[in-house]
């Protein structure tokens, strides 16, 4: 993509010799589209935020490209700015259709507030008996959640990095203790979360706080002997901005 956005600057010929003897005419960025990428994140996240940072880097570095990202959750897009870390990078919403919008397309209104306005759900819905559709739409609006929206950003928050180094590994492991208390099951009562603090403590304590916050998932559960829940709750946090009380 680096060659093909390459190609895409010095085609502009004329702007390009213009641009290279005067630095005037400088020549205009490419378009790029990323479509679907909260799913390509939840596939592969650590191959997806590599490629996304490179993009990133064309438009901020390089200027020869501007890159718009589809996600679908808050979790994807605070990905995506947490990437950025520069104020360069602007959240754009795509409203539903409301029904009035609609109705003269031959929409029910009726029927299309019922799936929540959503057009993609009330044509799935049509052949569903009208007693049955919001059931229906709560249904797969579920479904989509879980398998379309990011539960977290991917990315550590910027404020994480502004913390001295004592002060952020204080602030994750409080944070870490509350999230964990919080949760309402049998497998996190008082020995479990102590045994798991325990853990995550000699994880967090020995290593620097660069290498904490640029840990994927995955290399945080390795490293907590296969506890995929504690190192999502690591990343969960450390992808929200810290709290006031923690700053």
Same mark, same amino acid.
């Given at each position: 993509?680096?060659?093909?956005?390459?190609?895409?600057?010095?085609?502009?010929?004329?702007?390009?010799?213009?641009?290279?003897?005067?630095?005037?005419?400088?020549?205009?960025?490419?378009?790029?589209?990323?479509?679907?990428?909260?799913?390509?994140?939840?596939?592969?996240?650590?191959?997806?935020?590599?490629?996304?940072?490179?993009?990133?880097?064309?438009?901020?570095?390089?200027?020869?490209?501007?890159?718009?990202?589809?996600?679908?959750?808050?979790?994807?897009?605070?990905?995506?700015?947490? !990437?950025? @870390?520069?104020? /360069?990078?602007?959240? *754009?919403?795509?409203?539903?259709?409301?029904?009035?919008?609609? $109705? =003269?397309?031959?929409?029910?209104?009726?029927?299309?507030?019922?799936?929540?306005?959503?057009?993609?759900?009330?044509?799935?819905?049509?052949?569903?008996?009208?007693?049955?559709?919001?059931?229906?739409?709560?249904?797969? !609006?579920? @479904?989509?959640? /879980?398998?379309?929206? *990011?539960?977290?950003?991917?990315?550590?928050?910027?404020?994480? $990095? =502004?913390?001295?180094?004592?002060?952020?590994?204080?602030?994750?492991?409080?944070?870490?203790?509350?999230?964990?208390?919080?949760?309402?099951?049998?497998?996190?009562?008082?020995?479990?979360?102590?045994?798991?603090?325990?853990?995550?403590?000699?994880?967090?304590?020995?290593?620097?706080?660069?290498?904490?916050?640029?840990?994927?998932?995955?290399?945080?559960?390795?490293?907590?002997?296969?506890?995929?829940?504690?190192?999502?709750?690591?990343?969960?946090?450390?992808?929200?901005?810290?709290?006031?009380?923690?700053?």
């Amino acid at each position: 993509i680096w060659e093909a956005l390459e190609q895409h600057f010095q085609k502009q010929w004329f702007r390009f010799a213009m641009y290279s003897t005067f630095g005037v005419m400088r020549p205009k960025p490419a378009i790029v589209i990323v479509d679907e990428f909260e799913e390509l994140l939840k596939r592969f996240p650590e191959q997806a935020l590599t490629w996304a940072s490179i993009l990133i880097d064309m438009q901020v570095w390089r200027n020869i490209a501007k890159v718009i990202f589809v996600v679908n959750s808050d979790a994807g897009a605070h990905t995506i700015l947490n !990437l950025g @870390r520069l104020p /360069r990078s602007y959240v *754009l919403t795509m409203d539903e259709a409301i029904g009035k919008e609609v $109705a =003269a397309f031959g929409v029910d209104e009726t029927r299309f507030k019922m799936c929540k306005e959503n057009i993609g759900l009330y044509k799935l819905a049509q052949k569903t008996p009208t007693d049955k559709v919001e059931d229906f739409a709560a249904k797969h !609006l579920d @479904r989509w959640a /879980r398998d379309l929206h *990011l539960p977290f950003p991917l990315e550590y928050h910027h404020t994480w $990095a =502004a913390l001295d180094e004592a002060t952020m590994k204080r602030t994750l492991l409080d944070q870490l203790r509350k999230h964990l208390q919080s949760r309402d099951d049998t497998f996190t009562c008082k020995e479990t979360v102590d045994r798991w603090m325990a853990r995550a403590e000699d994880i967090i304590m020995m290593g620097h706080s660069a290498d904490l916050l640029s840990s994927s998932q995955s290399k945080l559960e390795k490293r907590l002997d296969g506890n995929g829940v504690l190192a999502s709750y690591i990343r969960r946090t450390l992808g929200n901005p810290v709290p006031i009380s923690g700053m």
